[in-house]
């Protein structure tokens, strides 16, 4: 059974837990919080969270004792607040049991795989014209700008407000670990910040504007830091969004290795089982009211386009509904509106205007909604799927991506509701 323990238990000095101390290195992260919960059955499992505010790093034992899953289960469920979601990282093989299992607290649409890399050698990538530099005072401003956007692309994370990346940002200035690739003219085109913890580096926080991608410039970076971090003796290692290609190649070609995956998930004490997804009649439009985004002007003209186009069966919209409301929505065009590439008559279908009220995003529900409305139409015998997706919006072109919108096809520059110029991407089934 589990109890409560400290940092001086047993368990971290046990051979299962030494071989995997680099894994769950934010464990020792959490350890000294005033808010620490710790908790374990000293051999097959242990629990740390620093705070209600951070997710809970669940270790196992790898083959651990297959009887302890109800321990395990009810000590996640003792973990559990009042939050929307409560988060946890923990092996996968954990995960798998859980799923099986059935916990009945799992959203097991909020599943995240995050790699684990480590270097012991760097290796040098291909040059670039940017050098190395300390971040400092001066850059605040843009460095705040690029916490910013780092946190709104990063998947499993939450978002931050500006007044929260500018507080992280001090934090980062007033530690000696915060450094910056320049170009030749001094614009800081890559950051990337790295905390301390025993003899672990964990290099975090690496960032580069959308304008500055595919130049090299977070390779080098990394490469350089981390032979500062060698040099000093620390073992370097870092996280990273397994099914992000781009950074991970960044890593890799820094002489980083790959070390495996940790899963990312979450549980809610009042899950969100009630919701249905289906289409709406044209009598309903109007409870789509409050998911628009703009005020009544634009949202009268809005609603007289789309009611005409709904009478001329030109589109249909799905929504998720919760206890009759309308809590998201996406849209289907059979027609083309802007681009003649964005349909085909009975093969290709343009989706467009999906939307989720703000209280329930991040819990997997709007990638459900999507889910459902491609397997929807794959079973009506459409093959073609297409997308907008502005070229900044790195968490959008994620989730897109996860789902087959991966070629790029043309290029729109928008409407009155929308005036940003985007890509549009295509998904064909079966690639």
Known sequence: MFKKIDSSNKIFESPEFQKDKYKFNLIFKNLPSPE?????????????????????????????????????????????????RDNFTCKKELYDLLVQDNFKYLNKEAYFEMGFLICNETKKPRDCDGHLDKAYE??????????????????????????????????????????????????????????????????????????????????????????IVLEKGLVPLLYTDYNYRASNKAYINAGYEDKGILINFSCSKNRLDNYTIRKITVDEFDKLHDLFPDGDELWNKYRDIRLKKFSAKAIDTYVIEMNGKFIGELTINYVSEDLPTETIPGRRVYLQAFRLAKEYQGRGIGQQLIKYVLDDLERQGYIEFTIGVEEDNELAKHIYFKYGFTEP???????????????????????
């Open 36 to 84: 620490l919960e710790l908790y374990s059955d000293e051999e097959n499992y242990l629990i740390c969270r620093g705070s209600k505010k951070f997710p809970a790093w669940l270790w196992t034992k790898d083959g651990f004792d297959k009887s302890k899953l109800d321990e395990i289960e009810d000590l996640i469920t003792f973990y559990l607040t009042d939050n929307v």
């Open 409 to 431: 096809i043309d290029h729109g520059f928008g409407d009155e509701f929308d005036p940003t110029d985007y890509t549009l991407y295509l998904r064909t089934k079966g690639k």
């Open 138 to 227: 001066e850059d605040r401003k843009i460095l705040e700008e690029y916490w910013y956007n780092d946190k709104k692309e990063m998947n499993g994370t939450e978002p931050v407000t500006r007044e929260e990346a500018a507080k992280d940002v001090d934090e980062f200035l007033k530690s000696d670990n915060f450094y910056v690739l320049r170009n030749p003219n001094g614009k800081v085109v890559c950051m990337v910040y790295y905390g301390v913890n025993g003899n672990q580096a964990k290099l975090s926080h690496v960032y580069t504007p959308v304008e500055e991608r595919q130049k090299g410039y977070a390779a080098n970076l990394i490469y350089l830091v981390t032979n």
